[in-house]
Structures are given as C-alpha cells and as structure tokens.
C-alpha cells in the first residue's frame, strides 16, 4: 500500500520576539531604510560635534560633552532599533495599550507634579534625580502604535464617523497633555501624524477634512491665547525687529550664516555662527550650520537623505499586507517629514520659531532614541516573515502571493462548475 506524501505545516508564530540572525532579511526596503537611517546618524553625530563644542566650552565643560552625549544616545537607540524589528505584529497589538498609558502618565507627571521643567518657555521635560526626558515624544510613538492596532481591528468598518470615536479621543487625550505643557510645536507634529494616519488607513475624505479643520481651529486657539506665541509670529513677519535675542534674531543669523556658506562652504568646523551669534546651533538651527559648513552642496546632501528615506517609508507602506504595518509606517513618515519641513523651514524662514528638532540630525537624547525605535518597529514590517516563508515586505512576494490567491480562486470557481462524479 503505497504512502500519501503530506506536506509539513509550518508551526505558527506567536507573540514571540527571536533575536537569532539579527541581520537576517531579505528585503530591499529593509534595507534602504536601514543604510538611509545609519548614515544620517552618523552625519548627525559629525554636525552635532562640530555646531555644539563651542557652547560647550563655554558652559565650563569639554569641547566634546555634547558629543559625547548625544553618542551615547545613538549608543543606546541603535540597539534598540534593532532588537524592535524583531518584534511581530501580535506583540505591538498586545503592547499598545500599556505602552499609550505609560506615555500618558509620564506626560502627566510633566505637567501636574514638580517633577516637570520648563525649558524654552515649555514645561515638558521630566526630571527623575539624574535623568531629564521629555515623555512628549514617547507618547508619538505610543500613539502611533495604538492607532495602528486599532486601525488594524477595524480596518473593515472605517466608513462609519462612530468607528473613529476611539481613536479620535486617544489622540485628544495625547495632544491635550502635551499641551498643558505649552509645547506647540510637538503638538503640530502630533496633530500631523494622526491625520496621516487617519489618511493612510483609508477614512473617508469627508471626515478627514472635518477633523482638519477642528484641529485647525484649536491650534488658531491656542496661538491666540498665548503672548509668546504671537511675539513668535510678530518676529516672523517682521524679522528685522528681532533684536537680543528674540526669534526674529535668531531667524536672521541662520540666514547670515547660510549665506556664508556659499556652494561650498567654509570647511567642516568653521563656521562663526556657533560662537554665539547663533542660538540653538545644534537643535534647532542645526540646518543652519550645515549648510555654512559645507555650503549648497551639504544642505542639498541633508535635503537628499530626507528623499531617500521618505522613498523607503513609502514602499514599505505599499508593500506592507496589513493595516497596522500601512498605518505605523505612514504615521513615521508623516512624524519625520514633516519635522524636517518644519525645521528647515524655520531656518529658512518660511515658518515662525516652534522649537522643533531636525529628525536624526539635531542634539536631543530623547528625540533620536524615540526616532530610533518608530524606525525599528517600521523595520519590523519590513522583514517579518508570515507562515509561508515570504516575506511581506517584498514587492514580488506581494505579486506572488496575489497571483496564488488568483489562481486558487480560479481552480474553485472551475471545480464548482463541474459535474460532480458519481
């Protein structure tokens, strides 16, 4: 009696995390994404020792204390980018709420217990004994997470303006504690990042712009309300009124400095903006300082990485067959691009001040390490291979696994209309 060959099953995956073959993948867009994100890491490292050493040494410390920092945090978010593209899909849905609360809590300690600071005229650093953080920007990643596991449980109901209640009131929630603190420019950010998920996840375009425009309305409120803000705005459409150091100051030395620049630069470390004509020469001006050290050419080289890495967050949106990878993955394209709009566009002078760092390039521990982990968890999509051995992120295993579903769905369709044999 001959045996019937059956084909093994492959085991199911659960919540589990393998840290095995850490650098295993097979996907392009892993690693487009990958070499776009270390090399602008290590640019941003190179551009915050060059713009940060004198102020430094003012302040009584090495010439490196501000490298040395932010190295220490790229240290820290490098490994963990990688251990969060491990995770799975199960694991982020399980993890959504208790990451959105924590977040939450932590801003609330911000902004209700004498553990906040202010900083910049904004309460939203938290300081527990040695370690100061801002939980502002844990809570983009939070949110994104939780958005994307809900959006991925209802992905089939989007139609329907009651289906977006939960989702709208988390956001709500996020953006009001944020705001407590004063931190406009987060809270734009984070108003951005929910509308592209709401975008990507395919509500309709009536809701969307209803929920554009109330959110345009309480940031018109909150403008308004605020007489740093509308000083902010004054010294934007007159900059030359700026004097001290006001925001029109600031915005017009960046300019200076820029134009110093030429096409080529003064050289790597010395530009003289950074001796103190510049305030926040290696935050938020720290586009400024590129490009009067290595000119057009270095600025045009920022402004391409950002193509590059928002070409690779697309076709990982496209190739992604689930709801949660399209909707993270597009809320972390949002997040970066449009940080990066807004702080080149302040040192340019197309916006007012709104103290928002350049993703990946400027000084900030808790800004790269946060920027670090959406991109680990977007990598995560990026390599995860689902019970077939294919992998998702793959444009032709997208096209292969259509194709399959076509042709099964073909053979029954001929089988029903068979004859059944008697």
């Not at 084909?7 to 993948?25: N, Q, T």
């Not at 502002?136 to 109901?157: D, G, P, Q, T």
């Not at 009001?176 to 931190?183: A, E, K, S």
């Not at 940031?219 to 007159?238: A, M, P, W």
Request: aromatic share 10%; glycine share 10%.
């Amino acid at each position: 009696m001959s045996r019937v060959a059956v084909p093994e099953l492959p085991r199911l995956r659960g919540a589990r995390v393998s840290l095995g073959r850490m650098f295993e993948a097979e996907s392009s867009n892993f690693f487009m994404l990958l070499g776009v994100t270390l090399f602008m890491v290590a640019f941003g490292l190179l551009m915050v020792l060059s713009s940060s050493y004198v102020d430094a040494h003012s302040r009584g410390q090495s010439w490196f204390a501000s490298f040395f920092s932010q190295a220490v945090y790229a240290i820290i978010g490098l490994p963990l980018m990688f251990l969060l593209s491990r995770f799975t899909v199960r694991w982020w849905a399980r993890l959504s709420w208790l990451a959105l609360g924590f977040s939450w809590v932590l801003q609330a300690l911000v902004v209700l217990t004498p553990l906040g600071r202010v900083s910049g005229g904004n309460r939203n650093w938290l300081a527990i004994g040695p370690i100061a953080f801002q939980p502002s920007e844990l809570i983009k990643l939070a949110l994104l997470v939780w958005l994307a596991a809900f959006f991925h449980r209802r992905e089939r109901h989007l139609d329907r303006f009651s289906t977006l209640i939960p989702a709208l009131l988390a956001s709500a929630v996020s953006l009001m504690l944020v705001l407590l603190g004063g931190d406009l420019g987060t809270t734009m950010i984070m108003s951005a990042l929910v509308l592209g998920c709401l975008l990507v996840a395919g509500i309709r375009i009536r809701h969307l712009v209803v929920i554009l425009v109330i959110v345009a309305g309480i940031v018109v409120l909150f403008v308004l309300t605020s007489s740093n803000r509308l000083r902010r705005i004054g010294s934007f459409l007159h900059p030359s009124t700026g004097v001290d150091l006001g925001t029109g100051y600031q915005v017009q030395q960046g300019m200076w400095g820029m134009a110093n620049g030429g096409i080529f630069g003064v050289g790597l470390g010395n530009s003289q903006s950074k001796w103190h004509w510049l305030p926040a020469s290696s935050t938020d001006f720290i586009f400024a300082i590129t490009a009067e050290e290595l000119g057009l050419i270095g600025a045009l080289l920022v402004l391409a990485l950002f193509v590059f890495l928002a070409i690779a967050l697309v076709r990982i949106v496209r190739a992604s067959d689930t709801a949660f990878g399209r909707v993270f993955t597009g809320g972390v394209l949002v997040w970066l691009m449009t940080e990066a709009i807004v702080n080149i566009g302040v040192v340019v002078g197309l916006f007012p001040v709104l103290g928002v760092p350049l993703p990946l390039f400027s000084s900030g521990g808790t800004a790269l390490i946060s920027t670090l982990a959406s991109i680990g968890v977007v990598l995560s999509f990026a390599r995860t291979r689902p019970l077939g051995g294919e992998h998702p992120a793959d444009p032709r295993a997208v096209a292969s696994r259509r194709q399959a579903q076509g042709a099964a769905s073909g053979t029954a369709r001929a089988s029903a209309r068979q004859p059944a044999v008697r």
